[in-house]
């Protein structure tokens, strides 16, 4: 089978030009003119590679590259390669991403699949939405009456931006999104199938049933957020669901009505958020972590994968296990059980 390459190869960088954007400092002697067109692991790497190193287990793979240019960690030695620039620097492969961010640009987030300018004929826009110049609509999408469109930002095919929603600049909106109810800033990327201001899960139950609660809130998305594939994010009931800046959520997350996410929080794949939860700013999330209603995760806290939370987490603490508590904790209980196994 032949390589497709889905993202166009880069016209490429210097090594005089990636000590510069990095702050890496060449080996002596280096080729400063050498150009770089792509990126490798040390392994699979060619002459017209850049790879990193800043683990002791890839030294092996290190004195044997073929790369072009290897981003090293100063506390390794320099391979004695000619065919290999080495770049010193403290994180490599913090560096390495710097580098990739500028060769594939449009790796970043969705952009137009019919390398659409403007709106697509294809696409459905009412009269009174108001887009600024420079916005991508492509075939398929639907934006509703009174939206607004902030300039730079994508929408891609199929997606729905419902009525009054406002998206800011430079943002992009997956293949199938749906948006209602919803303000969201600039610089902010929602991936495809994405749910974005359906209504909360919220019933009063009684013996003659169970009657539906309206919802009456918005989703309010504060600039650089970024949401995973087929995540979902409800409506507030009677006040807003906040994802607040910098926040970076992962594919097919669940949050309820009402929860308030601070600023640069990660939440990994397939965690369920209930109703009203309050995770406060850096607060960590393994994947599949599940977090009953009006609980609050506190700043810096981290929570471990598969992990039940059933009560407040403190800051700056790492709980697990099921139901969740603090990992010291956890780990005594297990090594107990552990032994009276044997």
Not at 9 to 16: E, F, K, Y
Not at 176 to 181: D, K, P, R, T, V
């Amino acid at each position: 089978m032949s390589l497709q390459p889905f993202f166009k190869r880069p016209t490429g960088l210097i090594v005089a030009e990636i000590a510069a954007l990095t702050g890496a400092v060449p080996h002596p002697d280096v080729p400063l003119d050498r150009l770089i067109t792509g990126i490798a692991s040390l392994d699979a790497a060619r002459p017209s590679d850049l790879a990193y190193c800043d683990n002791v287990k890839m030294t092996g793979a290190l004195s044997r590259t073929r790369a072009g240019a290897c981003l090293l960690g100063d506390r390794f030695e320099p391979p004695s390669l000619d065919r290999c620039a080495v770049l010193r620097t403290k994180d490599p492969y913090r560096a390495f991403v710097t580098v990739v961010r500028k060769l594939y640009p449009d790796a970043l987030k969705p952009t137009s699949l019919f390398e659409t300018e403007g709106a697509a004929a294809g696409a459905t826009v009412h009269p009174t939405a108001r887009i600024e110049d420079g916005v991508t609509i492509d075939p398929g999408a639907v934006i509703g009456p009174r939206a607004g469109i902030g300039s730079g930002t994508v929408i891609g095919a199929n997606a729905v931006i419902g009525p009054d929603v406002q998206i800011g600049r430079n943002g992009a909106i997956g293949p199938g999104a749906s948006i209602l109810n919803a303000l969201i800033g600039d610089n902010v990327i929602i991936h495809g199938g994405c749910r974005i201001g359906s209504d909360g899960f919220r019933y009063n139950p009684g013996a003659g049933g169970h009657v539906k609660v309206p919802q009456i809130g918005r989703v309010i998305i504060q600039d650089h957020v970024e949401l995973g594939a087929g995540t979902t994010v409800d409506r507030g009931g009677m006040g807003d669901t906040v994802i607040g800046e910098g926040t970076k959520i992962d594919n097919l997350v669940q949050i309820g009505h009402n929860c308030m996410i601070g600023r640069h929080c990660i939440i990994v794949s397939q965690c369920g958020i209930s109703g009203s939860v309050t995770i406060e700013d850096y607060a960590m999330l393994g994947g599949q972590v599940g977090v009953a209603d009006h609980v609050t995760i506190g700043e810096r806290a981290r929570v471990a994968a598969k992990s039940g939370v059933m009560s407040n987490i403190p800051a700056g603490t790492t709980w697990m296990g099921y139901p969740a508590m603090p990992g010291s904790a956890y780990m005594r209980i297990f090594g107990t059980a552990r032994k009276a196994l044997k």
